[in-house]
């Protein structure tokens, strides 16, 4: 079940595109009323418009930035799970991390007997 603040994120960034579609029509309709008052068809439209899609673009970077936040806060709390999944690039990356313990583990082994041993290239990229 989701917690309530679950749901207050998912009503905060849902409206996003709702604050797009009404910051560019309010820019247009301000526009067109100040080209009637002031008789400088289209000019205003265009200025206001420009407004409004920046009023726009400015609701989508601070929505991201929440939303950005916000992740972070989860994986704080909660950790970061594993991919469903995984691309080429984790893949290698956990082949990796996996000889690299190896290579660790059998440092420590040989360490603790006396004996060097090394690891083959081969062996790392396996």
Request: charged letters at 35%; one cysteine or more.
């Amino acid at each position: 079940m989701k917690s309530a603040k679950d749901l207050k994120h998912v009503g905060s960034f849902g409206t996003v595109g709702i604050e797009i579609v009404l910051s560019i029509l309010l820019g247009l309709w301000l526009g067109s009323k100040f080209d009637e008052w002031f008789h400088t068809k289209p000019w205003l439209t265009v200025v206001w418009f420009c407004f409004g899609c920046a009023a726009a673009g400015r609701s989508v970077y601070r929505s991201w930035k929440q939303m950005a936040a916000a992740a972070k806060r989860e994986e704080a709390e909660e950790g970061n799970p594993e991919q469903a999944f995984p691309d080429d690039k984790s893949l290698k990356w956990k082949r990796q991390e996996e000889a690299e313990k190896r290579k660790a583990e059998l440092e420590k082994e040989s360490v603790g007997s006396g004996e060097t041993s090394e690891v083959s290239p081969s062996e790392e990229e396996k």
